[in-house]
């Protein structure tokens, strides 16, 4: 399967700061990426996906001013959590897919933002 | 909507226990289901998988059976090891080009020896 990774894995920022979370397809080009966010003991939630060189496409309820998303090239995706509160506090995961075979997701190993 | 609904746990087991983590599934059309894990760290891993009725998926000793009648896609194994300790994540896809995977909301397994 592929490789992806997440910089960082963790981040601590205050009330009113902007996070930027990358995602990395090592090993293939991604057309495709996904921004995931999971809340303890719940669900991964789709929040965007996130197309190479056009608009990302937010999921009902996401406030696509607040998480900016950009995916300039074919294997970097960036989430950009701005004026970040305390509820923003949460687990930020990343999934990349070939494209083709629809439903096969491969996925970073999370980024742990903390909003104090 | 969509959606999948899996047990809560965590469900704690011994060393070569038998496992069974339920699911069971909504969905509009006919979907493809998963079985993801995420180990301690890691990011989720695709387990096994299922693309129509009376499927079997299976990998690493862990089985699930796609049963349409029951809309449900429960994980089992014979005998659980210490490093099948994890989450493990229920999911479905809908066909027809759009790759969102609707997921459960996760079963933490610790497996004791």
């Known amino acids: 399967g592929a490789v992806v990774s997440q910089h960082p894995s963790w981040v601590i920022c205050k009330s009113g700061t902007s996070v930027k979370i990358e995602c990395r397809s090592l090993d293939f080009q991604a057309t495709t990426m996904f921004w995931y966010r999971q809340f303890p003991k719940q669900s991964l939630m789709l929040m965007a996906t996130s197309n190479e060189g056009s608009k990302a496409t937010y999921e009902q309820g996401v406030e696509k001013d607040k998480f900016l998303i950009n995916h300039a090239s074919l294997t970097l995706s960036t989430l950009t959590v701005t004026s970040a509160h305390p509820e923003d506090s949460s687990f930020y995961i990343c999934?990349?897919?070939?494209?083709?075979?629809?439903?096969?997701?491969?996925f970073g190993p999370g980024t742990r933002l903390t909003v104090t | 909507g969509d959606s999948v609904t899996q047990m809560e746990g965590p469900v704690t087991l011994s060393e070569e226990a038998f496992l069974t983590i339920n699911c069971t599934y909504t969905a509009t059309g006919y979907p493809s289901l998963f079985w993801y894990v995420q180990y301690p760290g890691e990011g989720l891993q695709l387990l096994l998988k299922?693309?129509?009725?009376?499927d079997k998926g299976s990998n690493k000793g862990f089985e699930a059976t796609y049963r349409k009648e029951t809309t449900s896609f429960h994980l089992e194994k014979g005998s659980v090891q210490v490093s099948d300790s994890a989450v493990y994540f229920c999911a479905l896809h809908l066909s027809g080009g759009y790759q969102k995977v609707t997921f459960g909301t996760g079963t933490k397994l610790q497996v004791i020896p």
């Open positions: 999934s990349v897919t070939p494209g083709l075979a629809s439903y096969e997701q491969y």
């Open positions: 299922a693309t129509k009725a009376d």
